[in-house]
Nanobody
């Protein structure tokens, strides 16, 4: 069964750093784009950052220069390094990936990991 498992969330003070990881497991033939989204209480889920298989990244304006997205294709894992965290970064962070398995390309989501930034 295909799974995306996130880790690395937690509580940090403003100005601190966290590193989120998302590992895909299952009968994977290929992985395309991998992304991070976040959802704060009472708000819609929003895109944070995305990375293609080749390593091209895009970021939301709110996290540019503070967050860095990278991936290890051999480990089917994507990493989100978050620096200079702000209270407004508090949210549940979700990993998303386009994965090619025996049924073709499908979109998968992780279960989410909580990030809380205290002021």
């Amino acid at each position: 069964q295909m799974q995306l498992v996130e880790s690395g969330g937690g509580l940090v003070q403003a100005g601190g750093s966290l590193r989120l990881s998302c590992a895909a497991s299952g009968s994977i033939f290929n992985i395309g784009a991998m992304d991070w989204y976040r959802q704060a209480p009472g708000k819609q889920r929003e895109s944070v950052a995305a990375i293609t298989r080749g390593g091209t990244t895009t970021y939301a304006d709110s996290v540019k220069s503070r967050f860095t997205l990278s991936r290890d294709n051999a480990k089917n894992t994507v990493y989100l390094q978050m620096n200079s965290l702000k209270p407004e970064d508090t949210a549940v962070y979700y990993c998303n990936a386009d994965i090619y398995d025996s049924s073709g390309w499908k979109d998968y989501w992780g279960q989410g990991t909580q990030v809380t930034v205290s002021s």
